[in-house]
């Protein structure tokens, strides 16, 4: 079970889906749709987003 993430804008995908939240962040960064502030708290700038998505696997075990 985890939850995967990736960068959005205009509710259309502009990255891979990660697994993990500061990838899907590094992505909008590299885009100019994310930024860190002097504080380090991070934020997305309009129109981007992040979108995730809960992924449950099923084990292969007999």
Same mark, same amino acid.
């Given at each position: 079970?985890?939850?995967?993430? $990736? *960068?959005?804008?205009? $509710?259309?995908? %502009?990255?891979? !889906? $990660?697994?993990?939240?500061?990838? *899907?962040? $590094? @992505?909008? %960064? *590299?885009? @100019?749709?994310?930024?860190? @502030?002097? !504080?380090?708290?991070?934020?997305? %700038? %309009?129109?981007? @987003?992040?979108? !995730?998505?809960?992924?449950?696997?099923?084990?292969? *075990?007999?």
């Amino acid at each position: 079970m985890q939850y995967r993430y $990736r *960068a959005i804008c205009l $509710r259309r995908p %502009v990255g891979p !889906w $990660r697994t993990s939240r500061d990838l *899907a962040r $590094r @992505d909008l %960064v *590299a885009l @100019d749709l994310g930024a860190y @502030d002097e !504080w380090g708290r991070f934020y997305i %700038v %309009v129109p981007g @987003d992040m979108e !995730w998505e809960y992924v449950a696997h099923q084990s292969r *075990a007999a």
